[in-house]
Nanobody
Framework: QVQLVESGGGLAQAGDSLRLSCAAS????????RGWFRQTPGKEREFVAAINWSGGSTAYSDSAEGRFTISRDHAKNTVYLQMNSLKPEDTAVYYC???????????????????WGQGTQVTVSS
């Protein structure tokens, strides 16, 4: 089994930065894709960023590109999401995820991810 625990959410003002962490335990992750998604009330969960755990390739949504950076620490089995230049529209619950599928566009679909963290709230005020 796989357990994911997010941390680092909180309150921020527009223009501030936050860094989210997602620590994983359980099965080995060398073949997996690690991602971040977010969700607001009444809306579907949406893709934010992903990283190939072994190769390090990254992908971002249009809204995250240029402002957010996803990275990984193999020793700590942890993925990070550095969020800069935050905007009020970034307010959401952020979830980390693990996909056991290969790297590709399907990883941006929530239903293609196999394990989820409990979520961490990010609130950005104007």
């Amino acid at each position: 089994q796989v357990q994911l625990v997010e941390s680092g959410g909180g309150l921020a003002q527009a223009g501030d930065s936050l860094r989210l962490s997602c620590a994983a335990s359980g099965r080995a992750f060398s073949l997996y894709v690690r991602g971040w998604f977010r969700q607001t009330p009444g809306k579907e969960r949406e893709f934010v960023a992903a990283i190939n755990w072994s190769g390090g390739s990254t992908a971002y949504s249009d809204s995250a590109e240029g402002r957010f950076t996803i990275s990984r620490d193999h020793a700590k089995n942890t993925v990070y999401l550095q969020m800069n230049s935050l905007k009020p529209e970034d307010t959401a619950v952020y979830y980390c995820a693990v996909s056991q599928r290969s790297w590709g566009p399907q990883m941006e679909r929530p239903d293609e991810n196999d394990y989820w963290g409990q979520g961490t709230q990010v609130t950005v005020s104007s």
